[in-house]
């Protein structure tokens, strides 16, 4: 828990690392900015959304979906960010 990695030096997260390695890559740099565009798009129809809110693609863009709204839906984050999971707690 976020405690845990206050109190141990060891479990803290080094988030300059996380960038350079994964975050700051040019593939994730161009999905943050598409994850981006798509909430931008929502909200010009929705109006503001709360920041506890997602903008879901129905169609996941890895899976070929786009950001037309047709395919944006507002979701809770805690619903947009869980995956559905088979009996042996692996992704399906």
């Given at each position: 828990?976020?405690?845990?990695?206050?109190?141990?030096?060891?479990?803290?997260?080094?988030?300059?690392?996380?960038?350079?390695?994964?975050?700051?890559?040019?593939?994730?740099?161009?999905?943050?900015?598409?994850?981006?565009?798509?909430?931008?798009?929502?909200e010009k129809?929705?109006?503001?959304?709360?920041?506890?809110?997602?903008?879901?693609?129905?169609?996941?863009?890895?899976?070929?979906?786009?950001?037309?709204?047709?395919?944006?839906?507002?979701?809770?984050?805690?619903?947009?960010?869980?995956?559905?999971?088979?009996?042996?707690?692996?992704?399906?």
């Amino acid at each position: 828990s976020h405690k845990n990695q206050t109190r141990n030096p060891s479990l803290a997260r080094n988030y300059k690392s996380e960038y350079k390695n994964y975050q700051g890559q040019p593939k994730q740099i161009h999905n943050r900015s598409m994850r981006n565009q798509a909430r931008r798009a929502e909200e010009k129809v929705v109006g503001s959304l709360p920041s506890s809110t997602d903008v879901d693609h129905r169609k996941p863009l890895i899976k070929g979906g786009s950001n037309r709204l047709s395919n944006l839906r507002p979701r809770s984050a805690s619903s947009n960010r869980s995956f559905a999971r088979t009996k042996t707690a692996r992704m399906k």
